[in-house]
């Protein structure tokens, strides 16, 4: 069984760049969210990716979007880096259910914003 | 909006001894789900238990158990015989419904010493 994998696992941008950052889903999941960890900090939600489309946000702004393919990786879009974007954004997967599904994580990407 | 509450930034615990740590949330609904996670320094978030509200047992994964006291509104996680390897952050979370955005609290550091 292959577990969440994301890309690239650190990245350093300048203010005002645009990142995309990559996840692939644990086998045989189908939903992906993502999270936000500033430093020293527990992760906040951002949003979640369903059956390729959004399916609940965080309070984030617009700049932060999102992607879900068929295969069920998903990417993190963020437009317009703030140095406040700074932090690990971590990527979820899970089996969609009526009821309490269990999220399994990856590792992180750590992005740098300069 | 729920929030999920670790009091202790810090915690310290000699090998093989027991530790118990605390987190308290607020919530108006009575069916949801309460996670603990871990985190090394390798920044993987890792499952270590669940609960379910409407079960009144306690969760238990082998040296893991909770204390689930759901009137209080409280959910501690009692590490048992603590090894080197337990020492990362420990982050209690929180979700309603399909469980798949989750609310997480600042976390906790748990250091184990011989």
């Known amino acids: 069984e292959t577990g969440v994998t994301q890309s690239p696992t650190h990245l350093i941008k300048t203010r005002g760049q645009q990142v995309t950052l990559r996840c692939s889903s644990q086998?045989?999941?189908?939903?992906v969210s993502w999270y936000q960890q500033a430093l020293g900090q527990g992760p906040q939600f951002i949003f979640q990716?369903?059956?390729?489309?959004?399916?609940g946000r965080g309070n984030f702004p617009p700049r932060f979007s999102g992607l879900q393919f068929p295969n069920y990786s998903s990417e993190l879009n963020v437009n317009a880096l703030e140095l406040d974007d700074s932090a690990l954004y971590l990527c979820a997967s899970s089996f969609r259910k009526q009821v309490g599904e269990t999220q399994y994580f990856g590792p992180g990407t750590r992005l740098l914003v300069l | 909006a729920q929030t999920v509450t670790q009091s202790q930034p810090e915690m310290s615990v000699q090998e093989a001894e027991t530790v118990t740590l605390s987190c308290t949330y607020d919530t108006s609904e009575s069916d949801y789900y309460l996670f603990w996670y871990k985190q090394p320094p390798s920044r993987q978030m890792i499952l270590v238990i669940r609960q379910e509200a409407y079960k009144q047992q306690n969760a238990t994964e082998n040296r893991f158990s909770v204390n689930f006291q759901k009137a209080a509104k409280s959910f501690s996680l009692k590490i048992s015989d603590s090894q080197l390897g337990d020492a990362a952050m420990y982050f209690c979370?929180?979700?309603?419904?399909?469980?798949?955005?989750?609310?997480f609290g600042t976390g906790t550091r748990l250091q184990v010493t011989l």
């Open positions: 990716y369903y059956r390729e489309e959004e399916n």
């Open positions: 086998s045989g999941h189908n939903t």
């Open positions: 979370a929180y979700g309603t419904g399909t469980a798949s955005k989750l609310t």
